[in-house]
């Protein structure tokens, strides 16, 4: 760590130039040598000890009452990773803090994906620059239940903004998107499981934004093969006019497949054991629920001027050589005649986040932070993000990023 002072302190000096005051940007510089540093707690008393330069209340007003703004830091981180990373994806996702008490900023029982089951804990929204050679997050946002929105003394307590609201984890995703597409000079095709997948409204909000994604859905979700075509029933002189309609009811995507739907082998990278190897199919579908109808019906000018046709969308299917019927399915904006290697590879990118997690939980002490507030989480957060950033340009070139 002592050999790469003079590198953190250029990697600081620019990230946390929003940062007004020069002792600021020293106790942030000081937070992430205790964050990299060896040691099993990464929350401020333990570190503080640690650091030869370490003041607990100096870091604890850094962190929990000091008023600067984290917004144009992780601007700032965000730009300079993807300059050098060159991501091929972004990934969506949301990730679980456990909690004790009820006191903490967003806690409340809900499904925790650390403990894969329902427990007191907060979750985070966010969004991961991703290739096969790295990742890093790019923003957060902290999702506040519904419990929250209305508890003023809880909310008081915490330093929840008035404005912040309970906002559902897609809508925070789609909040998260557009903040970055005005940071960043381009949006990459978007990857999420099926948490955001199943959404039919979040992926004709991306649509309409004009953003490419590739998501992982249930094998539930009802859709029509690419062939359906609807026909005009006649008019019968009462009632309104008769609407074009489909003959045939739409099929879970799960019956879209059959005996005669080509499967072909692909590798897509490789892994600790070898070559990641599957069989995969790309058929085109035309998704049916409600939204995907109101939503086309919109785009024709109303009701009356839609001609029934839903538009085709890209599905891909994975069917291991071992198994019986298919165990992934994932769809898409992207063309139809994507190569599918291309597909497979920007659908299976999300692993590469674990490592994120890995990183940020288990070496950067993501969740040991022990304060309650609103600022403060989202503080420690960016603090978090700063120290991987940094350690990810390293890898990238650790004689040359020390700069932009």
């Not at 020069?22 to 964050?35: N, P, S, V």
């Not at 086309?296 to 001027?305: P, V």
């Not at 659908?347 to 002490?365: T, V």
């Not at 420690?380 to 990238?396: E, G, K, N």
Request: hydrophobic content about 40%; some cysteine; glycine content about 8%.
């Amino acid at each position: 760590m002592n050999r790469l002072r003079a590198a953190l302190g250029l990697f600081v000096e620019d990230v946390f130039a929003s940062v007004p005051r020069k002792d600021q940007r020293a106790r942030g510089e000081c937070y992430l040598r205790g964050l990299m540093l060896d040691g099993r707690r990464k929350s401020i008393q333990p570190m503080a000890q640690r650091l030869p330069d370490g003041n607990m209340q100096a870091l604890q007003q850094f962190v929990n009452q000091s008023p600067w703004q984290w917004a144009p830091v992780r601007r700032r981180i965000a730009e300079r990773l993807v300059q050098v990373v060159q991501p091929e994806v972004w990934v969506i996702d949301d990730v679980a803090f456990p909690k004790c008490g009820r006191a903490s900023v967003g806690v409340a029982r809900q499904y925790c994906g650390a403990l894969g089951k329902r427990a007191n804990c907060q979750v985070a929204v966010s969004v991961h620059a991703a290739t096969d050679r790295a990742s890093c997050p790019l923003e957060w946002e902290l999702f506040l239940p519904e419990e929250w929105a209305h508890d003023r003394p809880r909310r008081t307590a915490a330093g929840v903004p008035d404005e912040v609201g309970h906002v559902a984890k897609p809508h925070l995703a789609l909040g998260l998107l557009e903040k970055l597409a005005t940071w960043l000079p381009s949006v990459p095709v978007l990857v999420a499981d099926t948490g955001y997948g199943r959404s039919v409204s979040f992926r004709l909000a991306l649509e309409e934004h004009g953003w490419s994604y590739i998501m992982a859905v249930e094998p539930k979700e009802i859709a029509r093969p690419a062939a359906a075509v609807p026909y005009l029933p006649p008019y019968q002189g009462l009632g309104p006019p008769t609407l074009p309609r489909y003959r045939e009811p739409a099929r879970p995507l799960r019956d879209l497949v059959d005996a005669h739907t080509c499967f072909e082998t692909v590798t897509w990278r490789q892994g600790s054991k070898g070559s990641m190897t599957s069989r995969f199919a790309v058929l085109e579908v035309r998704p049916s629920g409600k939204e995907a109808s109101r939503t086309a019906q919109e785009q024709a000018g109303g009701r009356g001027r839609w001609d029934g046709v839903l538009p085709l969308r890209t599905l891909l299917v994975e069917q291991p050589q071992e198994a019986d019927e298919p165990t992934g399915y994932w769809m898409s904006n992207l063309p139809v005649t994507t190569p599918v290697a291309d597909l497979v590879r920007f659908a299976k990118m999300r692993w590469r986040i674990e490592h994120d997690y890995r990183e940020l939980k288990h070496g950067l002490g993501l969740d040991h932070f022990e304060g309650r507030t609103w600022r403060g989480w989202h503080h420690h957060v960016t603090l978090v993000t700063a120290a991987q950033a940094f350690l990810t340009l390293r890898r990238y070139d650790p004689k040359a990023r020390t700069t932009a």
